[in-house]
Antibody, heavy 122, light 107 residues
């Protein structure tokens, strides 16, 4: 059974850096063709893809947020970490991590973690 | 950047067929994936690669993709299908892209 769980602060202040950890089980991030992605969802709004790290350590970022994001992996700990700098109230959202299955130029997220709500407020 | 356009809402009576569209420039040349999100829950993959179903997803869920429109079709709609549905593709300029979501209401 594959599971993922997000952890991190529930409240951050504006301008601070957010660090979120995705801890997973049931798969290895050293297996060819897999990755872990981060997706967020502001309250009442749509999903927004943030970042993705592949088994071979290739990293991809949302073009609109690339300058603020860093994604890393620790294969031995089964963890993926996302950092987002210069947080703003508009970054208030539920942040999800998900297993990414890569396939011939495409790929999908399955399954997803339960998500963690991050509020940005002073 | 690549944009995916979904209708904000679709309504259907129980037992009928719901069709949720996802529009994008030449989307027929891309693989489209669909997610279901019920209130307070994480998204769940219901269709991948245009028309394949993950294990455990009912056959009532199907997908198609051609031209500038991809479609998620839910046959014999049940009350439990009420949810938000999102399409997703990969684009060379935008990488992973999600549509704006469609709220399915079962009347």
């Amino acid at each position: 059974q594959i599971t993922l769980k997000e952890s991190g602060p529930t409240l951050v202040k504006p301008t601070q850096t957010l660090t979120l950890t995705c801890t997973f089980s049931g798969f290895s991030l050293s297996t060819s063709g897999v990755g872990v992605g981060w997706i967020r969802q502001p309250p009442g709004k749509a999903l927004e893809w943030l970042a993705l790290i592949y088994w071979d350590d290739d990293k991809r970022y949302s073009p609109s947020l690339k300058s603020r994001l860093t994604i890393t992996k620790d294969t031995s700990k089964n963890q993926v970490v996302l950092t987002m700098t210069n947080m703003d109230p508009v970054d208030t959202a539920t942040y999800y991590c998900a297993l990414f299955i890569a396939a011939a130029g495409t790929g999908w997220f399955d399954p997803w973690g339960q998500g963690t709500l991050v509020t940005v407020s002073s | 950047s690549y944009v995916l356009t979904q209708p904000p809402s679709v309504s259907v009576a129980p037992g009928q067929t719901a069709r949720i569209t996802c529009g994008g420039n030449n989307i027929g040349s891309k693989s489209v994936h669909w997610y279901q999100q019920k209130p307070g829950q994480a998204p769940v993959l219901v269709v991948y690669d245009d028309s394949d179903r993950p294990s455990g997803i009912p056959e009532r869920f199907s997908g198609s993709n051609s031209g500038n429109t991809a479609t998620l079709t839910i046959s014999r709609v049940e009350a439990g299908d009420e949810a938000d549905y999102y399409c997703q593709v990969w684009d060379s300029s935008s990488d992973r892209v999600f549509g704006g979501g469609t709220k399915l209401t079962v009347l």
